[in-house]
C-alpha cells in the first residue's frame, strides 16, 4: 500500500519530534512479531519511560539526515522501529530492547541507535544496553564508598577488644 507525500511529511514530522526531545534512541528490528508480544514490548517500554514508533526505514533515515547526527547510520535490514526516552536514564531504551531480544529471540534484534548524539552500531549499542540502570549504579557507587568505612569501624573495634581484655 503506497502512503501519500502528506502522510510521508506527517511521519517524518512525528519522528523528528521524537528525535527532538529524546535522550538517547534505539533502532530494533523485528520480523515474525505477534501482536501479542508487540503489545506486551509495548507496555514494558513505557513503564520504562521509552516510547516505541514504527516507520519506513526511509522515512526513519530521512529524520535522522535531518537531524544531522554525527556519524554513519547503522544497517537497518527488515522491519525497523525506533524506540526513545526524553528520561534521566538514557540506557534504558537499548536496555529495554536488550532485554526483550533474549526473550524473544529471532524476532527482535538491536541494530543501532543514537547516544549521546552520534550514531552508533549494533555492537556499540549493545555494550550500552548491558550498563545497569541509575538506581543500580548509585547502589554500587554507595557501596563502594562504605566499603573503606565499614572495614575501618571493623579494625578500630578490633583494637577495643584487644585494649579491653
Request: hydrophobic share 45%.
Amino acid at each position: 500500500m503506497a502512503i501519500t507525500k502528506d502522510k510521508k511529511r506527517d511521519i517524518v514530522a512525528k519522528l523528528t519530534d521524537a528525535l527532538n526531545e529524546a535522550s538517547s534512541v534505539a533502532f530494533l528490528g523485528f520480523t515474525k512479531l505477534t501482536v501479542a508480544s508487540a503489545s506486551k514490548m509495548r507496555k514494558e517500554l513505557a513503564q520504562a519511560g521509552v516510547q516505541m514508533y514504527v516507520a519506513k526505514k526511509t522515512l526513519i533515515r530521512r529524520a535522522l539526515e535531518a537531524k544531522g547526527y554525527t556519524g554513519t547510520i547503522p544497517e537497518l535490514p527488515g522491519e525497523v522501529a525506533i524506540a526513545w526516552t526524553a528520561g534521566e536514564d538514557i540506557t534504558a531504551p537499548s536496555r529495554s530492547v536488550y532485554d526483550f531480544s533474549k526473550k524473544l529471540k529471532g524476532m527482535l534484534s538491536l541494530l543501532g541507535g543514537v547516544f549521546e548524539d552520534a550514531l552508533v552500531d549494533a555492537t556499540q549499542m549493545t555494550s550500552i544496553a548491558t550498563i545497569p540502570p541509575v538506581p543500580v549504579l548509585r547502589g554500587m557507587f554507595v557501596n563502594v564508598i562504605n566499603s573503606p568505612i565499614q572495614g575501618l569501624v571493623i579494625a578500630l573495634d578490633k583494637i577495643r577488644e584487644q585494649k579491653s581484655v
